[in-house]
């Protein structure tokens, strides 16, 4: 239990200052769980805590709490400049004695004493930095679970279309009358989707853990790793009303890659194209090359990357228009290519969908 005087605002008034304020303080008692002010309530006094502890919190429905406060501090004190509803609400954790000063008498007071109305300003400054500290965590953690939130829905929606897969053909593996040829075939196609899975769950934790992406690169022949990736890449497409092209045949070129790593980039971003086009549509690949490097363009005909994110389209958590996209499958695909020697680009053109395209270095 303490006294006005050695309450650390009032600790450097003049004793007749001190004789002034005794007169016009009140003292109130409260049991514990009882309201002292309610939020919306008008301002009409400042309270200092005589005894006990004083709960400050906010918000209709489930409560916030601001700070516990005990002998010594102030509350209440913003109705001191301004005559406005309270904005908290303040209750006794435990039975509590505070100070009350009402508002008229309290002003006239610091009217009389500058000194005392320097020491209330520094006060509520310090009562306002606290405040915005406190809804800066409160933000930082509620902006922390949406992306926890909108990462687990975005993990959930790039699992969905192999497994679609694995279920379509784990019914056709199982039908009587099938043919060993398509027993066989189904098997595969169950073993690929398998693999892509644990590739996919791979490269997102290497990428939320911050290492390097390596691929296994290896001499391959490129021309042979698409015609067979784009038969899985059909089917999936399929599931979503849309075609896959294959523009020419692809130039006898050899290429280092990792065929696991870089069949990501190619799911990755047939399955944004395919999102993109909810009415079904076309994918066309094309491919070129030079005598440095072998270039692969995939193009649909949706609408195209949105203006919003176009210098923005490969950094981590950026999407747009996916109901659960994380933003984490263009970010991988860059560091998949890169990690293969290449470079990977996106771009619109009048009258035409996105343009993705992305170079691989040729073996030496």
Excluded: W
């Excluded at 409560?63 to 004190?77: A, D, K, Q």
């Excluded at 959930?156 to 497994?163: T, V």
């Excluded at 693999?195 to 296994?216: N, P």
């Excluded at 649909?300 to 228009?321: K, N, Q, Y």
């Amino acid at each position: 239990m303490i006294t006005l005087d050695v309450i650390p605002l009032f600790r450097h008034l003049k004793p007749a200052e001190l004789q002034a304020l005794r007169i016009i303080a009140r003292e109130r008692r409260f049991n514990t769980g009882q309201e002292i002010f309610l939020e919306g309530e008008p301002g009409d006094g400042v309270y200092f805590v005589k005894d006990g502890i004083v709960e400050i919190s906010s918000g209709k429905g489930g409560r916030h709490v601001f700070s516990r406060l005990g002998p010594g501090e102030i509350f209440g004190e913003m109705a001191v400049i301004e005559d406005r509803p309270r904005s908290a609400t303040a209750s006794a954790v435990q039975d509590s004695e505070v100070y009350f000063l009402p508002r008229d008498e309290m002003l006239a007071f610091i009217e009389r004493s500058p000194r005392l109305a320097f020491a209330l300003l520094q006060q509520i400054s310090l009562r306002l930095r606290e405040f915005n500290q406190f809804h800066l965590r409160e933000l930082i953690q509620a902006e922390s679970l949406a992306v926890i939130g909108r990462f687990a829905q975005g993990i959930i929606h790039e699992l969905k279309n192999p497994l679609s897969i694995i279920s379509l053909s784990s019914e056709m593996f199982d039908m009587p009358g099938v043919s060993p040829e398509i027993r066989a075939k189904s098997l595969l196609r169950i073993r690929k989707q398998v693999e892509r899975i644990s590739d996919m769950v791979s490269d997102i934790l290497i990428f939320t853990q911050g290492a390097k992406m390596d691929a296994d690169l290896k001499p391959g022949d490129y021309r042979a790793f698409i015609l067979e990736l784009v038969s899985d890449l059909r089917t999936e497409a399929a599931l979503k009303s849309t075609q896959i092209e294959m523009e020419q045949v692809l130039p006898a070129a050899p290429v280092q890659f990792d065929p696991r790593r870089l069949s990501h980039v190619f799911f990755n971003i047939v399955d944004n194209a395919t999102d993109a086009m909810p009415n079904g549509g076309t994918i066309f690949l094309r491919f070129q090359s030079n005598k440095n490097e072998i270039i692969t363009e995939i193009e649909d005909t949706g609408p195209g990357i949105a203006p919003e994110i176009t210098g923005r389209l490969f950094h981590p958590f950026v999407t747009h228009g996916k109901a659960h996209g994380m933003g984490l499958g263009l970010s991988i695909c860059k560091k998949i290519v890169e990690g293969h020697g290449g470079q990977i680009f996106a771009r619109n053109e009048p009258g035409r969908g996105a343009i993705f395209s992305f170079t691989l270095p040729l073996a030496k």
